[in-house]
Structure formats: structure tokens, C-alpha cells
């Protein structure tokens, strides 16, 4: 028996997107292209840990002129890791959802803060659940925590600290997106985030798992 995409090589690996037997080297040229790889592939996540992140100039980034210091990261770092939690698990919940999905659905949320118009999810029927899931998870917390704050407290829930954070999380994806027609890399960037942001005694965490980086 042959790969079930070549068929040419001798298949190393079970492939859940064509459901069938494929080699090595179709299975590294075609994941994420032509084949919709699922995000439970063992060889697609340890693909995804040893990508290098993506190169672009600061201006490139999306709404480059939205400051956000390190100190502003380190006093929001728990908010942070509740919308890198909702973004995942808006991503594997959904229907086949790719980097792209995310990226146009932090598009439109943060087009909506800003004051400003976009289109990105009117054709896009994945990221507008998305968002969907965003808008909706974020006024959850929100009604929470208003109940909890003590009066006068700063909120870590004002549109201005949310916008800052969905704009850090929309520049990671661009640097972070591997570029392939399909890529689910940040979604796996996500997916090790979420899991750092675990206490260490519910769960082991990686130590050559790379770190955030803008």
C-alpha cells in the first residue's frame, strides 16, 4: 500500500483529513494547503512548536498606532489569558476555524471599539460566530466583575484596556500565522497560552515551549 496522496512513497503516518495512510514528505508539503488538518494532529501541533515567528515591520501591524507597553501586559496579564481562552475555545469548538477566522473576527471587534468600519466578517460566517462568541464572553465577565469591584476601583473590564488587548492578540496572529492557506499555528499558540495560564500543579507545562513575543 502507497501514500493515499502521492502514491507513490510508502505511508509513515495515519492522516485523519484524508482518512487513509500518507508519507512523511505529503504529509509536511500538503498540511494546512490542501489538506484541512484537524487541530487534534499530533504532527500538526509539533509542527507548529519549532515555526519561527513571522518577520513585519511594526507598521505593518494591524492598528499600528494603538500603544501597548509591557507594563500595560504585566497589569493585564490574567485578562489576557481570559481572552486568549476565549478565542480558543471559540476556535476548536467551531467548524473547521483557521487562523484567518480569528484574524478577521479581532478585525471587526476591534474595528467596533475603535469607531471605525469593516467587512471582515459579513462573508465570513466562522469568524462572525466568532466574534459572536468574543462580544458575548466578554459582557458575561463583565457583568461579573461590575458586581464584585469595589466602588471607584478601575476596571479591568473598560473598553479602552479590552481594545489594547484584542489589538495585542490581532498582532500575534499576524506573527504567528504561518502563512499557508489553511494555517491553525496561532490557534496552537493560543492552545499553549491557555495552558501556561494553568496553575503548575493541575497541569505540566513544557519549558521549551517558546513565549510570547512582539
Given amino acids: 500500500m502507497n501514500c493515499a496522496i502521492c502514491g507513490i512513497r510508502k505511508p509513515?503516518?495515519?492522516c485523519v483529513a484524508v482518512q487513509g495512510d500518507i508519507c512523511a514528505i505529503c504529509c509536511g508539503t500538503e498540511r494546512e494547503r490542501s489538506l484541512d488538518c484537524p487541530f487534534t494532529c499530533e504532527y500538526l501541533r509539533e509542527a507548529h512548536r519549532h515555526e519561527p515567528i513571522t518577520e513585519?515591520?511594526?507598521?505593518?501591524?494591524?492598528?499600528?498606532?494603538?500603544?501597548?507597553?509591557?507594563?500595560?501586559?504585566?497589569?493585564?496579564?490574567?485578562?489576557?489569558?481570559?481572552?486568549?481562552?476565549?478565542?480558543?475555545?471559540?476556535?476548536?469548538?467551531?467548524?473547521?476555524?483557521?487562523?484567518?477566522?480569528?484574524?478577521?473576527?479581532?478585525?471587526s471587534r476591534t474595528a467596533t471599539y475603535l469607531g471605525t468600519s469593516s467587512d471582515a466578517t459579513v462573508s465570513n460566517p466562522r469568524a462572525a460566530a466568532i466574534e459572536?462568541?468574543?462580544?458575548?464572553?466578554?459582557?458575561?465577565?463583565k457583568e461579573v466583575v461590575e458586581?464584585?469591584?469595589?466602588?471607584?476601583?478601575?476596571?479591568?473590564m473598560a473598553d479602552s484596556v479590552v481594545l489594547k488587548l484584542l489589538v495585542f492578540l490581532q498582532r500575534?496572529?499576524?506573527?504567528?500565522?504561518?502563512?499557508?492557506?489553511?494555517s491553525k499555528a496561532f490557534i496552537s499558540m493560543l492552545g499553549r497560552l491557555v495552558v501556561r495560564?494553568?496553575?503548575t500543579d493541575q497541569t505540566t507545562v513544557d519549558p521549551e515551549d517558546p513565549r510570547i513575543i512582539l
Avoid: C, W
Avoid at 84 to 95: R, W
Fill in 172 to 182: 500575534l496572529e499576524y506573527l504567528n500565522n504561518n502563512q499557508r492557506p489553511r
Fill in 197 to 199: 495560564s494553568i496553575p
Fill in 56 to 107: 513585519i515591520a511594526p507598521k505593518d501591524l494591524p492598528n499600528h498606532n494603538v500603544d501597548i507597553s509591557d507594563e500595560f501586559l504585566d497589569e493585564n496579564d490574567q485578562m489576557l489569558a481570559f481572552l486568549s481562552g476565549v478565542l480558543f475555545e471559540a476556535a476548536v469548538t467551531g467548524n473547521s476555524v483557521i487562523d484567518l477566522d480569528i484574524r478577521a473576527a479581532l478585525e
Fill in 12 to 14: 509513515r503516518r495515519t
Fill in 132 to 141: 459572536e462568541h468574543i462580544q458575548q464572553r466578554i459582557l458575561n465577565l
Fill in 147 to 156: 458586581k464584585e469591584a469595589p466602588a471607584g476601583a478601575p476596571s479591568i
